[in-house]
């Protein structure tokens, strides 16, 4: 079984493609994100912001594409976190049994599963970004077409080792649960800490001291980093602080995001080695 | 892939003293048999009673516990990927994608187990074919009835031409017609040559289909042999009545010396003879009008699998969902 996972993948964007409005609905929520949360803040802060100088030749950017990075790192988290749900829809009344029954290797699912969500999370951070600059986000802006293609690159390098931890994540809990109403509720409550402690809306710099470890040590903080580094640049002003990286910061970050999923991973193999489906 | 295959006594199935326990409780409780090459052997039993679990050991999805079992000379436990590219499975519970189409479900079967391309395609067009639904090949499963699910499930189960299929209560939930056009497909299929390992807590399922039955439960083997063997070792003829007063009746039939034993079904009585049963019926009747009591109804029959099981567990097949059977007998030879 070379291509076990091959199989699981076709399946899963099969089922994907098939969902019309659950697509669409995926695509567009993000935009609204941005069109409405983004755009309503972005027109208070900046005004806010307008009486902060700027040092010299600096370079600021408006709050739309400070967050704009924030909503795509949100999108792959929300997506990932919950792409566990089919896994437990096959588990209670699906193919879960049947392909557990097969001769393919259980890391085959697991990758399978990890491949498609990661294609989604693709799909769903460039729409976001064209989307973005659309309606007036700063992404790119001044970049040179070779440098536009390395950003991109780097920002999806990013949104896929995230998305494959949380993928993981997701994997391992819904082959440990029975309810879809018991993930639902797992899922939600991850999610809240996640994406307030971190610095999808804000920086962090202000926050009490314990909150701003967690939220440093958050992947969702370093994701952002990394999509705020390749779509903005390393040296800008947003909401009147310096946001400054050097390769070295970006580098430890995509280190803490590969760290991060191979734990999850171990923990997704672990629970599909002892995953019993009758 | 060819394997070890049978063994001399043309086994396919081999089980011994398999057991397996949920905590303290023993769902199968040392069980041993043989399937051989080419018949269809069936488990008959109520819910509860241990086939599930022992059809998902062999099946390898629960891990063995106690015992051996070797599938087309396979061992579960050591082999069990060559056991798992030998099966093919009907599971009890449907297991469809609902937003997937008939063609899709079998291809996404013969790529699981890695079919080459142009095999499953030609794979696919058979087995449509077979469980008749060609016309349906695009159809989301979702809009398929009861007994299509069951036909794709069985078509999917046989696309990799498995040496044994196990059909774990394959007709459950479906209305009386589609169970018996599902008995046709699956009689074809023997024919063809598949071994067929089959559940069932249908007596007539296992009367009409099988080669040769286990009754089995609380996890144990309580009787095995040939549908006719079962039924022959009841070895006499059952007299069922129905009388204006039960009771005295009861009574008085226990005493006369050609009746066996005695038990009552609803309203109405069940002798079991030694003899022929046409012999004994005028005595019955005599015995009867000379106390007085009314005959609304006889009727002589054949003991049938219902009688067998009823005979050897003591208590009728329960159903889903019913209290436990009430004891069914008085013995009256003991």
């Given at each position: 079984m070379t291509y076990g996972f091959m199989t699981v993948y076709w399946r899963d964007m099969i089922r994907f493609f098939r969902f019309k409005t659950l697509l669409i609905s995926s695509l567009l929520q993000p935009a609204l994100w941005l069109a409405f949360f983004g755009i309503a803040m972005s027109s208070n802060f900046d005004r806010l912001m307008a009486g902060v100088p700027v040092p010299e030749g600096a370079y600021a950017v408006g709050y739309l594409t400070f967050m704009g990075a924030g909503i795509i790192a949100m999108t792959t988290l929300f997506t990932s976190l919950f792409s566990g749900i089919v896994i437990l829809f096959d588990k209670n009344w699906g193919l879960m049994r049947e392909i557990l029954a097969?001769?393919?290797?259980r890391n085959h699912i697991i990758v399978g599963i990890a491949m498609s969500g990661v294609t989604k999370s693709f799909i769903q951070a460039i729409i976001i970004m064209v989307f973005g600059i659309l309606i007036g986000a700063a992404f790119f802006a001044g970049f040179t077409p070779v440098q536009v293609a390395f950003g991109v690159l780097g920002v999806l390098a990013f949104v896929a080792m995230f998305a494959l931890g949380f993928l993981f994540l997701s994997a391992a809990i819904a082959i440990s649960m029975e309810s879809p109403e018991g993930l639902q509720g797992v899922m939600t409550l991850l999610t809240m800490p996640i994406f307030f402690a971190s610095n999808a809306l804000y920086p962090i710099d202000t926050f009490p001291e314990a909150l701003r470890i967690i939220s440093a040590y958050n992947p969702m903080t370093m994701l952002i980093n990394g999509i705020r580094y390749f779509a903005i640049g390393p040296d800008f002003y947003a909401l009147g602080k310096h946001y400054e990286f050097t390769q070295a910061d970006i580098l430890l970050s995509f280190l803490g995001l590969i760290i991060f999923s191979a734990i999850m991973f171990a923990l997704a193999w672990w629970r599909f080695r002892r995953a019993v489906v009758t | 892939m060819e394997g070890p295959g049978p063994g001399n006594d043309g086994a396919i199935i081999r089980v011994e003293n398999l057991e397996h326990s949920y905590g303290n409780f023993k769902a199968v409780d040392g069980i041993s048999f043989t399937v051989k090459k080419g018949e269809i052997f069936s488990f008959l039993g109520p819910?509860?009673?241990g086939k599930s679990t022992a059809i998902n050991i062999l099946i390898t999805l629960l891990s063995l516990q106690k015992g051996k079992a070797t599938i087309a000379g396979y061992d579960v436990t050591t082999e069990s990927q060559n056991v798992r590219e030998s099966i093919g499975i009907v599971f009890q519970d449907i297991t469809l994608d609902r937003d997937m189409t008939v063609w899709e479900l079998l291809e996404f079967h013969g790529r699981l187990y890695d079919m080459p391309v142009k095999e499953r395609r030609e794979r696919i067009e058979e087995l449509l074919k077979l469980v008749e639904l060609e016309a349906k090949r695009d159809e989301l499963s979702k809009r398929l009835s009861g007994g299509m699910k069951r036909r794709l499930e069985i078509a999917r189960g046989l696309m990799t031409r498995p040496k044994v299929l196990f059909l774990d209560e394959?007709?459950?939930?479906?209305d009386p017609q589609t169970r018996m056009r599902m008995w046709e497909y699956i009689k074809g299929v023997n024919r063809e040559g598949t071994t067929i390992f089959l559940t069932t807590h249908y007596m007539d399922e296992a009367d009409q289909l099988s080669d040769r039955i286990s009754i089995i439960d609380h996890g144990k083997i309580i009787i095995a042999g040939t549908p006719e063997e079962l039924k022959n070792t009841l070895g006499r003829d059952l007299i069922y009545l129905d009388t204006d007063n039960n009771e005295n009746a009861t009574k008085l039939l226990e005493q006369m010396p050609s009746v066996r034993e005695i038990t009552t079904k609803g309203n109405r009585i069940v002798l079991m003879v030694h003899e022929d049963g046409t012999k004994v019926l005028p005595g019955i009747i005599d015995t009867l009008r000379k106390a007085g009591i009314g005959i609304s109804t006889i009727n002589l029959k054949k003991p049938s699998m219902d009688d067998v099981f009823v005979f050897y567990t003591g208590r009728e097949l329960r159903d889903e969902g019913q209290a436990p059977a009430r004891p069914m007998f008085l013995r009256a030879g003991k």
């Open positions: 097969s001769p393919v290797n | 819910n509860g009673a394959p007709t459950i939930g479906l």
